[in-house]
Structure formats: C-alpha cells, structure tokens
C-alpha cells in the first residue's frame, strides 16, 4: 500500500492544473482515501477469490473441509501437522472456511491471531493505559462452534515484567478481556474470580505474599505464564497493561493462538440436535433422538450453532415399541362362577407379545408402559334361582391382586332364562412383570358367567416407556 501514493502524484498534479473548474472538486488527500476505499474492497475480493481457490484445492483433493482439525485427523491419519482449512460452523453454510495450524498429533486445532509475538507494552502508568485489540483469523462464531465441538480449550499468555506489576496494593493494572469484552484478572486456570497465576495457583511465586511473580514489583526480570483454561469465555480479545511508567520498567506480552482439542463427550444415545452436531451430524432435517421415557422426533437446522433460536425444533414422540404387546381371548366352557380366581380362557384368538397365558387366565406385563384392557361378558341367570329378588355378578380387573376396575351384570329374578351384559375397562400404567386378570367379585348363587365364546378379554401395550426397555436389553 505504500506504492500508492507515489502512483498518485502525477495524477493529482494533473487535476490540480485542469483550470479553475476543478480545483475545488477533489483535493490530494480525498483522491488518496477515494483509492484507499477502492483498495481495501478489492483486497476483500481478492481474499474471498483466494479463499475459494483454497476451498476448492483442499476439497478436489483427498482431504475435504472438516469442521475442526480433530474431524480432519480422524478422516486421514496420515496427515502431518500444518496449515489446514477448517469450518466449523458446518461446510457450505454459516461463516467461511478458517485457515489454521493442526497439531496432527494431538488432533489439536490453534487459531492463530495478530498478536502472538512478543510485544512491548511501551511507558504509561494508569491502569490499563496500555490496550491491545486481539484480531483473530475466524469470526466469533466459528470460534464458539469449535469450543462447542470441543473438549478443551485453551491460551497460553506470558508476560516478561521487569519492575511492571500486573496488580500492586490492591489496584489492578493489568486485565484481560473475555469473548464478550469482561475484563478478567486471572492469569492461568479457570478461575474467573481471583487475580492470579501460575506460580500463584502453584504456591511458588518468587515471594510468598503475592499471586504473581510480576507483583513484587522489584527491578529483576521476572516473567509469569499460563494456560487460560475456562472454554466458556476464550478467547482472549484483548490485553491491558499499565504501571509501566518508570524508565526501567518494561512489560512484554506474548499470548498463543486460541487452540482446542478433544471431542465432547456424548454418552450414550443423543438426545438432541445439539448432541447429534456434536459427533458429527452436519446435515439438516429431522432426526429421531432419545427423550426422557420415549423416542422423540426433531427437526435440527444445522446451519445454527446450538445456542442459536431455530436450531431444534421439537415435533413430537415416536411412537416405537421394543415388541408388539397385543391379546384377544375368549372362554369356551359354560358355567364358571368362582369367586377371586382368575378367570381363564378356552380359545386365543390373538397372543402377540407373549402376555397372556390362557391357561391360568393372567396377563404378566412384558414391557413398562400404559396398556389398555377391556373386559366383557353375560351374566348367566336361569329361570329357576328364587334364593333373592336381584341377581348379580360383578366381575372385576386386577392388577396384582387389587381391583382396578369392575363390571356389573344384574337382573331381577324371574320365571324366564336371563342374561344380562357386563363390561369393564381400563388403561393404567404397567412395570414388567405386573399381573392382569378379570375374577368374579361378587356373585347370588346359582349365577355363572354364560360361555359359548362371548365371554371376552383383550388388551395392549398403548406407549412403552422405551427408556426401561433399553435399560432391560443392555
Ligand atoms: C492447490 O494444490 C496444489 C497441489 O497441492 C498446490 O501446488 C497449489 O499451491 C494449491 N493452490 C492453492 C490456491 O492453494
Ligand atoms: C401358563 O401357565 C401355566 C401354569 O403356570 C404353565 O404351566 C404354562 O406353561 C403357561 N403357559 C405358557 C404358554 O406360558
Ligand atoms: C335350575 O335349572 C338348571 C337347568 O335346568 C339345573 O341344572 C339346576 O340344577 C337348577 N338349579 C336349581 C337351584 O334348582
């Protein structure tokens, strides 16, 4: 950019000697901020061709662009550390490709920013008089998808004081600012609360009374240095020093590339987009994922970090039974009148699931959920039962020997065969193992339950806690 200027003179000499009519439409300096303007959008397309150029290189050869330098080892071993393209927040969507170093031994990924040199925070004496943007090579937001996709992340910052204390007597002189511009006063670790650093956290500090080696304020040359290590506030956005006054006191600052590595961990089945993003769904759509007790539909918009609004959208339950649980069974005999005994039957018209045995009459729940059952039948009243003037039998649902629900069948004797209609329903929830049955509760002698088939039981699973059932499986 320096060439420009030269490059303009004559030009300008040429405008300045057009006549009257045009020395007032464009002085030197507007003419050089005009081209300046010109140059920087140029330079902007010239990145952007470059980027692409890149993108396309990286992507037509055997290593397409991954999400973070982890994803890239993953997809060829091989590779050795370098400059690699990355995107995190997803190919083809969100921000552009980043270009950075891939530690391929570690899998580690390090963006790199401009102020990685040591540099000289010069002579002022108030706080913070010295303040340093940190300009990195990616956006904000495919930093924030690579600490998300991340295990750890970190920033090593060194600070070579002599006589330049980063907090004296109390008063801080020296912070940093955090991804959202809070200043932090710690130096090493996570701790966002307390002033310290390495040594301070080590407990060996060249004296014993402060946290950092540079606090001691003495004309030696100390230095201290760290690891920021909270992923949640990195990076580093910028660096404020001060106390820097005297002649003899001098501060360099040397901070290391925002760097990442590790996956987070899912455990288990993902139980939502954010879940699946993290090991390694990048396509939108809906996808099926683990709820609390049931398998849950979702529609994930991938081209959204996580935290951002639209980037799961709840649709409903999948209603996904580990087995069918299904029965439709029927008496054959005539006549049963037994008080608390399970009713059996005679014929199995259907026994999907395996629940129902016919034989003892006892459905025994093989799934945890919410099953529904319905019981009917006749009341079998002959002409000859004169013992009372109402004649009954209430049948009842058991679950586990207690009623859960009942049926009545009732008439008033008379000269004439009767029979009279019981019903009985119920949808109640279910541990594996639980026992239903139909028994007669209550019956005046000489009344059975009439057979012939229209005695009738059915029952089946409505919705499995599907959660239970995997745990049973596994
Ligand atoms: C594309 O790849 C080739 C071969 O690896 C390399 O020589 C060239 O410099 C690359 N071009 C760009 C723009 O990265
Ligand atoms: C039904 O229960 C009886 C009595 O407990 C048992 O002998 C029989 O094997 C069971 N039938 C089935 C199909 O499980
Ligand atoms: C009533 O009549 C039936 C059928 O005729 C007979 O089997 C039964 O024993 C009689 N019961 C009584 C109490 O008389």
Not at 61 to 72: A, L, V
Not at 81 to 97: A, R
Not at 219 to 238: A, E, H, M, S, W
């Amino acid at each position: 950019m320096a060439y420009l200027p030269v490059l303009f003179l004559p030009i300008c000499f040429l405008f300045l000697g057009a006549g009257p009519g045009f020395t007032a439409a464009i002085t030197l300096e507007e003419l050089h901020l005009l081209m300046n303007q010109n140059y920087k959008i140029l330079e902007e397309k010239v990145a952007k061709l470059e980027l692409a150029l890149h993108v396309a290189n990286q992507s037509a050869g055997k290593n397409s662009i991954f999400r973070t330098c982890r994803e890239t080892r993953v997809a060829d071993p091989s590779l050795s550390s370098g400059m690699y393209w990355i995107d995190p927040d997803g190919q083809g969507i969100g921000d552009d490709p980043i270009y950075v170093f891939c530690n391929m031994a570690t899998g580690s990924t390090a963006v790199p920013h401009d102020s990685e040199s040591p540099t000289d925070v010069g002579h002022c004496s108030e706080p913070g008089c010295y303040s340093r943007a940190v300009n990195y090579v990616a956006s904000n937001r495919q930093m924030q998808a690579l600490a998300e996709l991340s295990a750890q992340c970190y920033q090593s910052i060194k600070y070579d004081c002599y006589y330049a204390p980063l907090e004296l007597n109390g008063i801080s002189y020296a912070w940093w600012n955090d991804k959202n511009g809070v200043p932090q006063y710690y130096w090493a670790g996570s701790s966002n609360s307390v002033h310290t650093c390495q040594c301070g956290i080590d407990g060996n500090c060249v004296d014993a009374s402060v946290k950092c080696n540079c606090d001691v304020a003495a004309p030696v040359q100390l230095f201290d240095d760290g690891f920021v290590t909270n992923k949640d506030v990195l990076p580093i956005t910028r660096l404020n020093f001060g106390r820097t006054q005297l002649e003899t006191s001098s501060g360099f600052h040397t901070l290391g590339p925002f760097e990442c590595s590790g996956q987070v961990v899912v455990d288990g089945m993902p139980s939502s987009c954010e879940e699946l993003w993290k090991t390694g769904h990048t396509l939108s759509g809906l996808y099926s994922v683990m709820g609390v007790s049931m398998v849950e539909s979702v529609y994930c918009d991938f081209s959204k970090l996580p935290y951002e609004s639209g980037f799961q959208k709840w649709i409903g339950f999948v209603d996904v039974k580990s087995s069918p649980v299904y029965f439709h069974v029927r008496n054959s005999a005539n006549g049963f009148n037994q008080l608390f005994t399970p009713i059996p039957f005679g014929t199995e018209k259907l026994n999907v699931g395996g629940g129902m045995n016919i034989t003892t009459g006892i459905f025994t729940a093989p799934r945890m959920g919410k099953y529904f059952f319905a019981g009917s039948g006749l009341g079998d009243f002959q002409s000859n039962l004169t013992y009372s003037s109402r004649l009954y039998v209430d049948v009842q649902l058991c679950k586990n020997g207690e009623r859960i629900g009942v049926g009545v069948s009732d008439e008033l004797s008379s000269s004439v065969w009767q029979t009279e209609t019981f019903t009985v329903q119920v949808t109640v929830p279910l541990q594996v193992g639980d026992q239903i049955w139909l028994e007669i509760s209550k019956i005046t002698q000489g009344v059975s339950l009439y057979g012939n088939g229209f005695l009738q039981f059915t029952g089946f699973l409505l919705e499995e806690v599907i959660s239970d059932s995997l745990k049973v499986r596994n």
